[in-house]
Structures are given as structure tokens and as C-alpha cells.
T-cell receptor
Framework: NAGVTQTPKFQVLKTGQSMTLQCAQD?????MSWYRQDPGMGLRLIHY???????DQGEVPNGYNVSRSTTEDFPLRLLSAAPSQTSVYFC??????????????FGPGTRLTVT | AQKITQTQPGMFVQEKEAVTLDCTYD???????LFWYKQPSSGEMIFLIY??????QNATEGRYSLNFQKARKSANLVISASQLGDSAMYFC???????????FGKGTRLHILP
């Protein structure tokens, strides 16, 4: 199993450009999520999904869109990049939604810089 | 709304000593789960340990244990016999039974000194 994969690893965008961060998992996990990590802020939840076709907003959803057309893929779209979106983005998955003792599996992250 | 507080931005501990990393949380849901993750300097996120609010005993996983004090709403991570490889950021996280969001604290950076 490859686990959770994210592409690209690094990206530089100009203000106003759009792009999609890709996330895929091969573990048949129901639950997937996107976080951004900024210095001193910990991880903040952007969007999450409890299954194919179902998505919901997290703590900081503005400026981001997601979709979940398959169990495996959960892309994150930046509609019009802003310097405030400069961050490290993590995708994560876990076997199911709801309370359970399994932690999330995290991807390696995408470092995004918006100039 | 969920809230996780980690009050120690950074800690320095001598190798082989025990370490306690603090985590307090705020929830009105009687059913919830608490998680701890480790992030080494390489950047990956590693799940360490889980505690359910109804678990009768404190969780343990090898050198990691959780000091769970439900009435005080604290879930401190204890690392016994610290090693140089324990130097990392540590995050506490929570999920409520009524909400599928998993919310993280701001983290504690742990430095183990030789």
C-alpha cells in the first residue's frame, strides 16, 4: 500500500492563480480531511469528507473547494490564490467516520508559496 | 465548539528523563476521543495514542501513556525514558461523537538534550 499520497510536493503560485492539490489513498478509507499547517497555529481543518459524495467545511474553509467523487481521491482546489494561503497542506484519512481508536494516516504534505 | 489547548510552546528535557506534555480540551459532548501525534523535523505526522472518554483505563502504547483526567478535561501525554529521537512537535487532537471534525491544538516542540 502506498498509503496517502499528495502531489505536488512543492508549488509556487502567483496571486490570483488557481490550482488543485491532489490527495489519494489506497486503503479504502471512508474519512478524508485536509489541514493547513502554519507556524504557531498547529493544524487547522479546511474541509473533510465522511464518504464519497459527502463533504463538509472545517475551521478555515474560505478560499478552498473540495469534492469527493470516489473513495480514493479528495482534491483540494484553491480558487484564487492569496499570499495568506502560503502554508503546508496535509491530507489525511482514517478507516471510518465517527469515534474509533484509529488515528488518521497523513500524507507527506504539499508546501505551497503564493507570491 | 471544540477547543484544544496546549500551553507549552517548547520544552527542553534531559535524555532518559520522563516528559509530560500538557493538553486540555473543552467540550460539552460526553462522548469524545483524544489523539496524540508526533511530527519530527522531517515533517511527517505520526499517530501515537488514543483515549476514549468512556475508556476505563488510561491508554498506553510502549513508552507513551496518557494521563487522562476527565473531570479536569486534561489528557496529558507522558513519554517515559526519553530518547534523542523523541525530539519533535507533538500535537493533541479531539473528535466529538456528534461531530466528524478532528481538531488539533497548536502543538508543543520537545527538545531532548544529550
Amino acid at each position: 500500500n502506498a498509503g496517502v499520497t499528495q502531489t505536488p510536493k512543492f508549488q509556487v503560485l502567483k496571486t490570483g492563480q488557481s490550482m488543485t492539490l491532489q490527495c489519494a489513498q489506497d486503503m479504502n478509507h471512508e474519512y478524508m480531511s485536509w489541514y493547513r499547517q502554519d507556524p504557531g497555529m498547529g493544524l487547522r481543518l479546511i474541509h473533510y469528507s465522511v464518504g464519497a459524495g459527502i463533504t463538509d467545511q472545517g475551521e478555515v474553509p474560505n478560499g478552498y473547494n473540495v469534492s469527493r467523487s470516489t473513495t480514493e481521491d479528495f482534491p483540494l482546489r484553491l480558487l484564487s490564490a492569496a499570499p495568506s494561503q502560503t502554508s503546508v497542506y496535509f491530507c489525511a484519512s482514517s478507516p471510518q467516520a465517527g469515534l474509533h481508536p484509529w488515528g488518521q494516516y497523513f500524507g507527506p504534505g504539499t508546501r505551497l508559496t503564493v507570491t | 465548539a471544540q477547543k484544544i489547548t496546549q500551553t507549552q510552546p517548547g520544552m527542553f528535557v534531559q535524555e532518559k528523563e520522563a516528559v509530560t506534555l500538557d493538553c486540555t480540551y473543552d467540550t460539552s459532548d460526553p462522548s469524545y476521543g483524544l489523539f496524540w501525534y508526533k511530527q519530527p523535523s522531517s515533517g511527517e505526522m505520526i499517530f501515537l495514542i488514543y483515549q476514549g472518554s468512556y475508556d476505563q483505563q488510561n491508554a498506553t502504547e510502549g513508552r507513551y501513556s496518557l494521563n487522562f483526567q476527565k473531570a479536569r478535561k486534561s489528557a496529558n501525554l507522558v513519554i517515559s525514558a526519553s530518547q534523542l529521537g523523541d525530539s519533535a512537535m507533538y500535537f493533541c487532537a479531539m473528535r466529538e461523537s456528534t461531530d466528524d471534525k478532528i481538531i488539533f491544538g497548536k502543538g508543543t516542540r520537545l527538545h531532548i538534550l544529550p
